[in-house]
């Protein structure tokens, strides 16, 4: 037979005026036995508080933010027929406690009466230090729909995780355009958090601002692209021959002509001759945007970070020129007095350790580029031509590609061009 129910807040040890921080039902609701009703949370802890029984809500007294302590009346409600549980122990599953049911012992009107929970320290989870805090009952629901509650931003008091910041995140990973960053629904584990200072003496100073940015950058790029890299060697013995009678020339107007100038040149030409590495995907991952121009960003080891100024035009320019405005360039990059826009636009990027060493590395692309060239330190060589051994000065070439928009062939062919070009910068002139 049909009962009319009071539900009131049962033992929560020794807590007292305890907060309501989320509700999860209404007047009206039909409720099952066992179905979460409402979430507290002291400074130290949460828990979520369940229904004794089935029934229909009648009435709702408590509201989000309300402070409640043991016997507070939560809501009245009508119960289907025979619809009792027996007792259930606390449960204590991944740091949540879901407060036990006790049924009433007496008909009508009846508190619950459970044994004290024991309340486990409110959850913290995190990837790269990002911590998520969020009611056992959340956690619950996010575990349901395979969501890492760590992952998702909270927008509730204290950045707390609420159903909706859970069910928007699972929304914005369905609709997230394919192709691009792919959301977060990286579920990787969190990393360790190692007290260093128990093995020796450290220090802590902050990454700097750029860092931080680039930082957030490359591992966007690295864990969302498909990258390859392909290795190639150019040989750069004339080109060499042709940059010192150059240099030698442009010293006196203050301008230094590396091999940099040279390989923008080389890089422009084989972005013209192959297309696809001078485009990027669009937003819906389903279209390659081809630019008519050709912009290359070029990596600039800063003492504050790595930046990327992007030279334009470079095809419409000669290797003096880009030699001019590359130093000017960096220069300025160095004493952080490029801006945003010195940044933008670029097609393709150039990182180069040649002036360092190395002899190959796998440069991460800048997305939305799709390639990145990374270049060594040349150094002579023994090449096998026409029957001998002959000292030639090699260039190694790394060029990382976005394997969803390049095959490995045309990145062969792309990298075999730039090293047939540098061979021989005539062809660059035709
Ligand atoms: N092989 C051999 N020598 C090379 C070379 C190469 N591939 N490239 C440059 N050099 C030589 C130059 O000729 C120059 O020699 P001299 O001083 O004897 O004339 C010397 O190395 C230093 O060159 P540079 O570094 O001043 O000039 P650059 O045009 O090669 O590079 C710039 C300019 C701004 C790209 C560079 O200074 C820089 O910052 N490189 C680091 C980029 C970087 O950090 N990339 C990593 C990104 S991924 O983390």
Same mark, same amino acid.
């Given at each position: 037979? =049909? ?50 029984? %089935?029934?229909?809500?009648? #009435? ?19 119960? =289907? ?17 879901? @407060? ?5 012992? @007496? ?5 619950? @009466? ?42 509730? #008091? ?19 355009? &394919? ?22 003496? *450290? ?37 060499? %021959?042709?940059?010192? #009678? ?36 669009? %937003? ?13 960003? *070029? ?20 290797? *003096? ?68 051994? *002959?000292? &030639? ?38």
């Amino acid at each position: 037979m =049909a009962e009319i129910k009071q539900v009131f807040v049962p033992d929560i040890g020794a807590y007292k005026d305890v907060s309501v921080i989320e509700v999860m039902v209404k007047a009206g609701d039909t409720l099952k036995a066992e179905d979460t009703l409402l979430t507290l949370e002291t400074d130290k802890a949460a828990m979520d508080v369940p229904s004794p029984y %089935a029934g229909v809500i009648k #009435e709702l007294n408590i509201k989000v933010g309300d402070k409640v302590s043991q016997g507070s009346l939560i809501l009245t409600l009508e119960t =289907a027929a025979d619809t009792q549980i027996p007792p259930s122990p606390p449960s204590s599953k991944g740091g949540t406690v879901t @407060a036990p049911t006790t049924p009433p012992t @007496a008909p009508k009107v009846q508190s619950l @009466a459970p044994a004290a929970p024991t309340i486990p320290p409110l959850e913290k989870g995190g990837l790269g230090g990002i911590s998520a805090h969020a009611s056992p009952a959340i956690r619950r629901f996010a575990r349901e729909l395979g969501v890492d509650v760590s992952l998702v931003k909270g927008s509730g #008091e204290k950045s707390r995780v609420t159903k909706d910041d859970v069910q928007n995140f699972v929304k914005a990973a369905i609709n997230a355009p &394919r192709g691009t960053a792919g959301g977060n629904g990286l579920q990787v584990l969190a990393m360790p958090v190692v007290d260093f200072a128990k093995f020796g003496a *450290v220090e802590v100073k902050p990454l700097s601002r750029i860092k931080k940015i680039s930082g957030a950058n490359l591992h966007r790029n690295w864990v969302t692209i498909p990258h390859v890299t392909q290795f190639d060697e150019a040989d750069i013995s004339e080109m060499e %021959a042709f940059r010192k #009678e150059l240099g030698a020339e442009y010293t006196k107007q203050n301008i230094k002509i590396t091999p940099l100038a040279f390989m923008l040149k080389a890089a422009a030409a084989a972005l013209q001759k192959y297309p696809d590495f001078n485009a990027s995907l669009d %937003a819906s991952g389903e279209n390659l945007v081809y630019k008519q121009y050709i912009h290359i960003g *070029v990596a600039v080891d800063t003492p504050n970070g790595l930046m990327v100024p992007v030279l334009r035009d470079v095809d419409k320019k000669g290797v *003096v020129q880009l030699a001019k405005e590359l130093g000017e360039i960096s220069a300025r990059a160095r004493e952080l007095k490029i801006t945003a826009a010195d940044m933008q636009g670029g097609c393709f990027s150039i990182s180069s350790l040649g002036g360092i060493g190395g002899t190959a590395f796998t440069p991460i692309i800048n997305a939305p580029e799709v390639a990145i060239l990374g270049v060594s330190k040349s150094s002579m060589k023994p090449i096998y031509k026409d029957g001998e051994f *002959v000292p &030639r000065l090699m260039l190694p070439l790394s060029l990382s590609y976005d394997h969803r928009v390049i095959d490995g062939a045309a990145a062969a062919r792309f990298t075999a061009y730039l090293a047939k070009v540098l061979s021989d910068i005539r062809l660059l002139a035709v």
